[in-house]
C-alpha cells in the first residue's frame, strides 16, 4: 500500500531554515508528481509547492523565492528547503501524492516558527 512518511519539522526562529523530507513506498516513486500542503488552526489546508515526474516545479505566491522542493528518484525521497520562515508558515506540513483519481497523504509534521 501507499506509505508517505514526513520528517523533519520543528520549533525554529523567524528567519530560520527547516528541510522537511517525506519518504514514499507502495508506489513507482519516479512516475508521480509529489506535493508538500499545510494547514495552519482554524485554516483550510493549502496546497504550497508540487514537482513533476518531470522536475518542473510551481508554488504558492505566499513562500516563492523562500522553499525549494526537490526530488531524489533514487531513493524515493521529496525533500522541501523552507528558508527566510515566518510566524505565518507554521502549520502541519503535509506530503501529497495523486494516483489515479486517489489522493493519498502522510501523517503530517508540525513546523512552527516563533521566538
Known amino acids: 500500500q501507499v506509505q508517505l512518511v514526513e520528517s523533519g519539522g520543528g520549533l525554529v526562529q523567524p528567519g530560520g531554515s527547516l528541510r522537511l523530507s517525506c519518504a514514499a513506498s507502495g508506489i513507482t516513486f519516479s512516475r508521480y508528481a509529489m506535493s508538500w500542503y499545510r494547514q495552519a488552526p482554524g485554516k483550510e489546508r493549502e496546497l504550497v509547492t508540487t514537482?513533476?515526474?518531470?522536475?518542473?516545479?510551481d508554488y504558492a505566491d505566499s513562500v516563492k523565492g523562500r522553499f525549494t522542493i526537490s526530488r531524489d528518484n533514487a531513493k524515493n525521497t521529496v525533500y522541501l528547503q523552507m528558508n527566510s520562515l515566518k510566524p505565518e508558515d507554521t502549520a502541519v506540513y503535509y506530503c501529497?501524492?495523486?494516483?489515479?483519481?486517489?489522493?493519498?497523504w502522510g501523517q503530517g509534521t508540525q513546523v512552527t516558527v516563533s521566538s
Open positions: 501529497s501524492t495523486a494516483i489515479w483519481g486517489t489522493r493519498y
Open positions: 514537482i513533476t515526474s518531470g522536475g518542473n516545479t
